[in-house]
Structure formats: C-alpha cells, structure tokens
Antibody, heavy 119, light 107 residues
Framework: EVQLVESGGGLVQPGGSLRLSCAAS????????MSWLRQAPGKGLEWVAN????????FYLDSVKGRFTISRDNAKNSVYLQIHSLRAEDTAVYYC????????????WGQGTLVTVSS | DIQMTQSPSTLSASVGDRVTITCRAS??????LAWYQQKPGKAPKLLIY???SLESGVPSRFSGSGYGTEFTLTISSLQPDDLATYYC?????????FGQGTKLDIK
C-alpha cells in the first residue's frame, strides 16, 4: 500500500522559512516523479512543484520560483520542499503526491501539512 | 499557463439524478485531463485520468469524456456519498492547473 506522510508545517512569520518533508513507502520511490501541491483555506487546488526520479529535473509554479526548492533523497524515500520568504498567500495545506508513471496526475496523496503564515 | 474553467461552480441535485460537470481549457490539452473528488478535510481522490479512463476502484457511475478543450464528468445516478467538491486538472503542460472546483450538494 502506498503511503505518503508529510511533516514540517506550522505557524511562521512573514519572511520566514520552513522545510516540509514527505516520507514515502509501499512503492519503489526512486522510480517516480514526485510533486507538491497546495490548497489555501476554502480555496482550490494548486500544483506547486515536481521533481524527476533522480532529482535532475525540477519544475515550479511561477509564483514560487526562487523562493521554493524541491529536493529528494532516494536513500531515505523522502521528498522535501524548502520554502523561503514566506508570504501570507502561501498559507495552505501542502500535499505531497506521487506522479503517475504515465503523466502528472495523482492517485496517491499524503494527508497534508498546514502552513500558516502570520505575524 | 493553461487556464481551466469549470461549470457550474455549485450544483444541487437529487439522489438518482444524472449530473454533468464541464471543464474547459484555454488551449488544447489533447486527452491530458484528470478529475478528482474531494471531501471536506480530506485529500483529493482520483476518479478519471486521460479524460475518460476510470481509476481502479472508482464506481462505474462516474465517467469522463472530451478531447482538446472541452471535457465532462458525468455521474449517471447520484448517490448520497457523492456529496463533495470536484476538480479537473490538466497535465498537458507546466504549470499543471486545476479548475476552480464544482461543489455538489444533494437535495
């Protein structure tokens, strides 16, 4: 059974930083692209970033480029999202998800971790 | 970025009704479209991928159709468990984008 467990969310002041983690199990982690998505309170879903199996390719939502960095450690079956210069509009539940082998749609999601940016 | 527009934004229907939700893309996405169901406080659940392929374990009352820029999700006979918000997502090109959602209420 595929399991994705996020951690690292919390309350952060504007301009602050945070590192989100996602621990994966139940599949061959190194064989799949991985993604982060988010959902602001009461709002819709937004794709944030994804990363190739070997970490060599990474893609980002325009509004987070330069502030967010996605990375992975295949030895630890984990994917990360480093977030800098946090803004109020980054407040959201952040989900990690596994890209399907045939395209970036998502059958497997974590439970989400809440990031709140507020002073 | 490709814009995805869903309609309607809210929908109220009765158990047993046939329900259709539409998703339009601002440019062609071929068949690279997925549909999700999300219940409050939960992660989204994949229903349909590649516009019309039913995800394993999803009831057959859900179906998808379309190609290019116009797509539909149909629930053939609405059940009480279908109370949720539904999202379309294009995965044709970065940044992958979602529709704004359709909230489905049961009358």
């Amino acid at each position: 059974e595929v399991q994705l467990v996020e951690s690292g969310g919390g309350l952060v002041q504007p301009g602050g930083s945070l590192r989100l983690s996602c621990a994966a199990s139940g599949f061959t982690f190194s064989s799949f692209w991985m993604s982060w998505l988010r959902q602001a309170p009461g709002k819709g879903l937004e794709w944030v970033a994804n990363i190739h199996q070997n970490g060599g390719e990474r893609f980002y939502l325009d509004s987070v480029k330069g502030r967010f960095t996605i990375s992975r450690d295949n030895a630890k079956n984990s994917v990360y999202l480093q977030i800098h210069s946090l803004r109020a509009e980054d407040t959201a539940v952040y989900y990690c998800a596994r890209d399907d082998s045939s395209g970036s749609y998502y059958a497997d999601w974590g439970q989400g971790t809440l990031v709140t940016v507020s002073s | 970025d490709i814009q995805m527009t869903q309609s309607p934004s809210t929908l109220s229907a009765s158990v047993g009704d046939r329900v259709t939700i539409t998703c339009r893309a601002s440019e062609t996405i071929y068949r690279w479209l997925a549909w999700y169901q999300q219940k409050p406080g939960k992660a989204p659940k994949l229903l349909i991928y590649k516009a019309s392929s039913l995800e394993s374990g999803v009831p057959s009352r859900f179906s998808g159709s379309g190609y290019g820029t116009e797509f539909t999700l149909t629930i053939s006979s609405l059940q009480p468990d279908d109370l949720a918000t539904y999202y379309c997502q294009q995965y044709s090109s970065y940044s992958y984008t979602f529709g704004q959602g359709t909230k489905l209420d049961i009358k």
